[in-house]
């Protein structure tokens, strides 16, 4: 980890109180291998850090889940995890986020279908601005994350039909899929997201 990229410091690893309220937290189903790459998925709860901590459980009891949370959003803790100071610009509202601001972005992970709910983390957490949660010495940065850093990206658009310019209109990555859409002559509105959150085409491209 590297607070503000000047070193390493060491950051309390949470897994340590969240197997203490969920203790199927890292197990594996042994039996199954991926000949892929000969790992076991984690089917009973799994905790992923790099630019944020995604954290998903597997006991989704109200209790369980609030006892993981309140040790998390715990100051000392929150300290220890380099996670007390809202990075500024970021997508996020707080360190911790959970609940349905979070259920907003990527589902909810109590939903009753089984393939949603294994998507929808319980949990992200924002690291401040300049950490990186990682055990290489080597890592300077990553991508993924909710800061300024991540999100603030610039987009470039080929096609034989387009001409040279610069368009320095504010734009979202998620107007990438309707853009390809309209560039195939085909309808954005036939994407479900598109409708829902009345996402637009990419500005001032002529196809």
Do not use: C
């Not at 890292?26 to 790992?39: E, K, L, M, Q």
């Not at 589902?107 to 990186?132: E, F, H, L």
């Amino acid at each position: 980890m590297e607070p503000g990229g000047n070193g390493n410091a060491t950051v309390t690893d949470p897994l340590g109180f969240i197997d203490a309220a969920d203790p199927s937290v890292g197990t594996v189903f042994a039996p199954f291998v991926n000949p892929n790459d000969g790992s076991s998925p984690a089917v009973s709860g799994f905790l992923m850090a790099d630019d944020v901590g995604l954290l998903w459980l597997q006991n989704q009891s109200k209790t369980n889940i609030a006892s993981v949370i309140g040790r998390l959003t715990d100051p000392a803790n929150a300290a220890a995890m380099f996670a007390d100071v809202l990075p500024p610009g970021t997508i996020f509202d707080a360190n911790v986020n959970f609940g349905p601001e979070l259920s907003a972005i990527y589902g909810d992970p109590t939903y009753g279908d089984p393939i949603a709910a294994a998507r929808a983390p319980n949990v992200v957490i924002q690291p401040n601005w300049g950490v990186i949660y990682s055990g290489s010495s080597k890592k300077i940065a990553e991508h993924g994350g909710g800061t300024l850093d991540d999100t603030g990206v610039a987009l470039l658009v080929s096609h034989p039909g387009l001409h040279q310019q610069t368009v320095e209109s504010h734009v979202w990555t998620k107007q990438v899929a309707p853009t390809i859409l309209r560039a195939l002559d085909l309808d954005p509105d036939a994407l479900q997201a598109v409708v829902k959150e009345h996402t637009q085409a990419l500005p001032g491209l002529t196809f």
